[in-house]
């Protein structure tokens, strides 16, 4: 299945998730619907990354091995050239003290991990509201 390559001018998301199967399913749908699609596979990766792409959005595991999604959130955010992503932790736990975790890191929400990665592209959508109506 070949994915559609992203239009000129597409909002640019960065997914962040240590696990392959889902960096791979999450670049195809987010691809085929639009987006400009950049994959990270851990913390540190997922700090390059923004700084050299400055994504409009990054959608953030939480658990990975190194260093977690809270600790990468606030450092990516603490990024000049990051002030205007937004970060979208996804987690299969959510406990209310994960949920303050990712406040008080900086996320502009938290939203349960899912395996329909066409969810995903909605919660981008939502999120990224110019990208809903062809920015």
């Not at 700084?51 to 450092?75: H, N, S, T």
Request: contains cysteine.
């Amino acid at each position: 299945m070949s994915a559609a390559p992203a239009r000129a001018g597409a909002l640019s998301v960065l997914v962040v998730d240590d696990e392959e199967d889902q960096r791979i399913l999450a670049a195809v749908a987010l691809r085929e619907a639009g987006f400009e699609v950049h994959v990270a596979f851990d913390g540190q990766s997922a700090i390059a990354s923004a700084a050299r792409v400055r994504p409009d959005l990054v959608l953030m595991d939480v658990w990975m091995p190194g260093m977690d999604g809270f600790a990468a959130c606030e450092r990516i955010l603490a990024l000049p050239e990051c002030r205007r992503t937004q970060v979208i932790i996804l987690s299969g736990d959510d406990r209310p003290d994960n949920v303050e975790r990712a406040r008080t890191a900086g996320a502009t929400a938290t939203v349960p991990k899912m395996w329909d990665w066409r969810e995903y592209v909605r919660t981008v959508r939502e999120f990224l509201p110019a990208a809903a109506s062809g920015r």
